[in-house]
């Protein structure tokens, strides 16, 4: 949570003393460049009197009127999660394991409403995140209020798209006038305020210097980040053709007003664009500013004769309590909620029992504005914070609610070549809020999948689904095609536990299973074998925990998952004998030995006890992931095709991970694992040894890359390629 900050200098009164204005320009992430250049203005003991700006420049300008200094602001832009910011997804913290893997499978979701009209519609990204940063950031200045009346005079741009004409923000909330006025039109929805419908202000005024000089500014200090237009030749991908429209389009104004600046500083951001948001960027752009700056500096210090003050004054800076602007803690007097309904919002008051806090933390409010849209569907949710005596009124305002959203994956591999998977949310607004999820795969393995899940006001969610799969197997001995099955698979689950906090989640449940084979198991060399189909009850308890901070590629956090199973045929036994204990588990953790290289050890098995054991719930290991061909598969370096293994299966697995620039990674992967029919003779068996090398590159469509491995199992090379996130 926001720190109410005080303003980043005093208003010292100095008789007769010019009015500097400080004016930033648009530029998405290029506008990193703007905390450089404040840097050196800070230095040079230059009062700012007035703030304007534009798309980031607002962003940069707002938080520097309210207090947010230049070395704040550097501190600041490094710690926020951009490719979170920049997104729709939910905190990962703040999500169940199953509404995370549900993020980390689908590469596009889309929600619809039916009826009334959602106004955050418009753009492939709502904005959510970034609306969530900006209420944080400022917190005390959330209402609505005259942005003259800040701790600096402040005013942003945007355009409003009803009759293309600008739009200038002198009053209103804060966070919105930030957020409109980087709304890139089609990547971020727009702001509609009234009949205004107000997307990015660079489309009308890129560089504001004319408002800064209405708002009775002197002298001018203005920071740009807009590069002369690019030659075709550099026209050659999507990012460099969608600059250079926002650089033609955002023309309007700028000679004029970058003729009236008395210090105009113009970055080089050559090799960056709009959306240059890793580290590396952020700590390039943000030294390119100050450089920049600095050949200002003797230009910046004669200005202080123009201005009316000593060559060696400095204003006094006034820094905030806590660097810890978004974990803050604040006293809150009360809650409040809009376009809530009564019973929702009785839901949320006994879920978190509201009326007995006195403050609240960043993450207690994100967990209230969460529940609002995973239990109780409500679209978007905005919160924003009032003064109120010695503490703040903290408002959450939900948008419309959620009739339904569709998310779609694909994935390419060449084992099963591709795979199609598309599922579907639609929430049912009852007293007791019920989730009801489809969801179908195409590909070799067809599956369907339907599952309602229940909403109460704890944390449990419990559920009831069935899925229908078909599976075409082929099973490997030491490397080569064994033999092949054909069989439909229909399963059905009673979930009556369901726990979830945070990282963890907790399930009970009764399980039943149908196994309709068609057809026989054809062995190579022998006659076939015909399978029974069979039914099986089984009861199964489940534990699962994973802190790791990304869903493929982790560098901290540790993931685990432990699983018993009793399987029978007639609710106590398989064919009059006892049935079947399954107990598995796998636990990976990830150590950081420097930013780039990680190493993850993992230990992994499954051991089945019982006088029968069915042959489709044998052990099987192969693949890159668990579970990718069918539900009991382990993984195994260097095995890249089912293989059946012994009833006992303990696996110990070392990794290193090595990051390459922003997204690629080297994986090199070394296993040894145990295994045997009898559980006592599991040492007794010879060492099975494997190895692999791969390299992944992390998309926006899930990880490309390709993986060669060797096993002692197989002996001989495995060559791999996947495109897309595994389902």
Not at 251 to 274: F, Q, S, W
Not at 361 to 386: G, N, P, W
């Amino acid at each position: 949570m926001a720190l109410h900050v005080l303003s980043a200098y005093s208003q010292d009164s100095i008789p007769a003393r010019k009015k500097v204005a400080v004016v930033l320009s648009g530029g998405g992430a290029k506008g990193m460049a703007h905390i450089g250049a404040l840097k050196v203005i800070e230095r040079a003991g230059i009062p700012v009197d007035i703030v304007t700006g534009t798309s980031m420049g607002s962003i940069v300008g707002g938080l520097y009127a309210i207090g947010y200094n230049a070395n704040i602001l550097d501190s600041l832009v490094r710690t926020i999660d951009w490719d979170y910011t920049l997104s729709d997804k939910e905190d990962m913290s703040q999500q169940s394991l199953r509404d995370r893997e549900k993020q980390n499978t689908y590469f596009l979701s889309r929600g619809f409403t039916l009826g009334k009209r959602n106004s955050n519609d418009g753009g492939l990204i709502k904005g959510k995140n970034l609306t969530q940063l900006f209420q944080k950031l400022c917190l005390g200045y959330t209402d609505s209020l005259d942005f003259n009346k800040l701790p600096i005079p402040f005013a942003c741009v945007a355009t409003d798209i009803i009759d293309n004409t600008e739009y200038d923000f002198h009053s209103g909330r804060l966070p919105q006038a930030m957020r409109a006025s980087m709304a890139i039109p089609a990547a971020f929805s727009p702001v509609r305020i009234g009949n205004k419908v107000l997307v990015d202000g660079g489309l009308r005024n890129n560089y504001p210097t004319d408002i800064a000089r209405e708002m009775g500014a002197d002298i001018i200090i203005g920071v740009t980040v807009q590069g002369a237009p690019k030659a075709s030749d550099e026209l050659g991908h999507t990012i460099s053709i969608l600059s250079q429209i926002i650089d033609v389009n955002c023309k309007n104004k700028y000679d004029e007003n970058l003729a009236i600046t008395d210090i105009p500083i113009r970055v080089d951001t050559e090799g960056y664009n709009a959306a240059s948001f890793n580290d590396n960027a952020i700590n390039e752009l943000i030294h390119r500013g100050e450089q920049e700056a600095l050949k200002h500096w003797d230009e910046l210090i004669a200005l202080k004769q123009r201005i009316g003050i000593e060559e060696d004054y400095q204003p006094t800076i006034h820094y905030p309590k806590s660097t810890s602007a978004l974990t803050e803690k604040i006293k809150v007097n009360a809650f409040a909620f809009e376009n809530v309904t009564p019973h929702d919002e009785h839901f949320i008051r006994s879920k978190f029992h509201l009326s007995s806090y006195d403050s609240i933390d960043s993450r207690q409010e994100e967990k209230i504005a969460t529940s609002m849209r995973v239990d109780l569907f409500y679209q978007t949710v905005d919160t924003r914070s009032i003064p109120d005596g010695d503490g703040y009124t903290l408002v959450f305002t939900a948008g419309n609610k959620k009739t339904s959203q569709v998310n779609l994956g694909a994935r390419f591999d060449t084992e099963e070549m591709v795979a199609l998977q598309i599922n579907a949310d639609y929430p049912l607004h009852m007293a007791i809020p019920i989730d009801a999820d489809l969801t179908i795969r195409l590909g070799k393995r067809t599956m369907a999948k339907g599952e309602l899940t229940f909403h109460p006001r704890s944390f449990t969610r419990p559920s009831l689904s069935y899925i229908f799969r078909h599976n075409d197997m082929d099973i490997h001995e030491e490397g080569e095609r064994d033999h092949s099955f054909e069989y439909n698979h229909h399963q059905g689950n009673l979930t009556p536990i369901n726990f979830n906090i945070r990282n963890f989640n907790l399930q009970a449940n009764i399980r039943w299973d149908y196994f309709h084979f068609l057809g026989n198991i054809l062995t190579t060399g022998d006659t076939p074998v015909k399978l029974d189909n069979n039914h099986y009850l089984s009861y199964r308890a489940l534990i699962h925990y994973n802190s790791e901070n990304n869903w493929y590629f982790p560098t901290i956090g540790s993931r685990l998952k432990m699983e018993y199973a009793y399987t029978t045929d007639n609710f106590a036994q398989i064919d009059g004998k006892a049935g079947m204990s399954d107990i598995n588990a796998n636990w990976r953790t990830s150590i950081p030995f420097s930013k780039r290289l990680t190493l993850q050890p993992m230990l992994y098995g499954r051991c089945l006890f019982g006088a029968n054991i069915p042959v489709i719930y044998g052990n099987t290991i192969g693949g890159e992931w668990f579970g990718h061909y069918i539900e009991q598969q382990m993984p195994f370096a260097g095995i890249g095709n089912l293989e059946y293994t012994d009833l006992h299966f303990i696996a110990l697995q070392l990794q290193a991970q090595q990051r390459i620039a922003t997204n690629n990674y080297i994986l090199l992967c070394l296993a040894a694992a145990q295994h045997a029919d009898e559980f006592k003779d599991i040492l007794q068996q010879q060492t099975m040894l494997g190895a692999q090398l791969a390299y992944y590159y992390n998309t926006l469509f899930g990880p490309l890359g390709a993986t060669l491995g060797y096993s002692g199992k197989t002996k001989q090379l495995n060559f791999y390629i996947n495109l897309g996130f595994e389902f």
